[in-house]
């Protein structure tokens, strides 16, 4: 929640996440189910615990796992809408729980993934070339054409559904943006708008191998990107500074193409119709504590 200016960043640029703010229900205590891409994006769509539902870790770790698919006899929000109710649903973007032909076999009424096939859970670095690099080579710029972003391509897909509904049905529908999410990779044209130098970092960000911290989270420090570990203070900051400029232009990309979708939603008539869920899977420690 520190990262949007609706809950008080002052540097973050969220001007259409703000106006939604403004004329909404603000929530200022959510728990995620569990700090997990994949489990908690389970429980979005199940309603119930990880250890209900059985994704306890993230997709593509089953080693790690003692089960490395949904529960099948747990009824996903899909199916539920289907034998339940006259609404339609629609699911684009980022699945993450498991194989994305599990999506485009779902009970979803519209879907579709990316038209990139390594875009299926969020962008790295094969994306394309660096233009320019920062954080140490783990963000920066990429040589790839804006409207094939993975997150512009959620958008486009979710604004193109809604231009061509032929159905007076009400909807369900999900646009899952991958991002904001490490590596903080953006297209170049887009750029990085943010100066790092002027980016204020979090008090606690050196709190990384206290004795005071938990067990999990001091073995952790040893494989973080902040770690200050051979080199000075002044250097780490630097290095959370670069990263959190990245980070904070992914956040601006995708404040524009929220805008973007509530203008689809207003220009097709659908807007006072329709509730709007702001939300994530789960937060991100920017730096914070270390991570």
């Not at 995708?254 to 805008?259: A, P, Q, S, V």
Request: proline fraction near 6%.
């Amino acid at each position: 929640m520190d990262m949007l200016s609706c809950y008080g960043n002052r540097v973050v640029r969220t001007p259409n996440l703000d106006k939604l703010a403004k004329d909404s229900l603000v929530f200022e205590n959510c728990y995620t189910p569990t700090a997990l891409c994949s489990p908690a994006r389970a429980s979005f769509l199940t309603g119930v615990y990880p250890h209900k539902h059985h994704v306890v870790v993230n997709t593509g770790e089953p080693k790690w796992s003692y089960c490395q698919r949904l529960d099948r006899e747990i009824m996903m929000i899909q199916d539920w809408v289907k034998e339940e109710s006259d609404y339609e649903s629609a699911y684009f973007g980022k699945w993450h729980i498991g194989p994305d032909e599990e999506l485009l076999k779902s009970g979803f009424d519209h879907k579709k993934v990316y038209d990139h096939p390594s875009y299926t859970n969020h962008p790295g670095s094969w994306m394309g070339p660096f233009t320019k690099q920062m954080g140490n080579g783990t963000a920066g710029l990429v040589d790839v054409q804006l409207e094939t972003f993975p997150d512009v391509q959620t958008a486009a897909m979710t604004k193109s559904y809604l231009k061509g509904r032929k159905t007076d049905r009400p909807f369900l529908l999900y646009c899952a943006f991958p991002g904001p999410h490490p590596a903080w990779l953006l297209p170049n044209s887009f750029g990085i708008r943010y100066s790092p130098e002027h980016i204020p970092l979090w008090n606690n960000r050196r709190e990384i191998n206290s004795e005071e911290k938990p067990f999990y989270q001091q073995r952790l420090s040893g494989i973080s990107l902040l770690s200050t570990e051979g080199s000075s203070e002044e250097h780490a900051d630097a290095l959370l500074q670069e990263l959190l400029a990245c980070e904070y232009s992914y956040i601006e990309l995708i404040d524009i193409m929220i805008g973007q979708i509530i203008y689809t939603l207003k220009e097709t008539g659908q807007y006072e119709d329709t509730v709007i869920i702001f939300t994530a899977d789960h937060g991100s420690m920017s730096g914070a504590h270390g991570f």
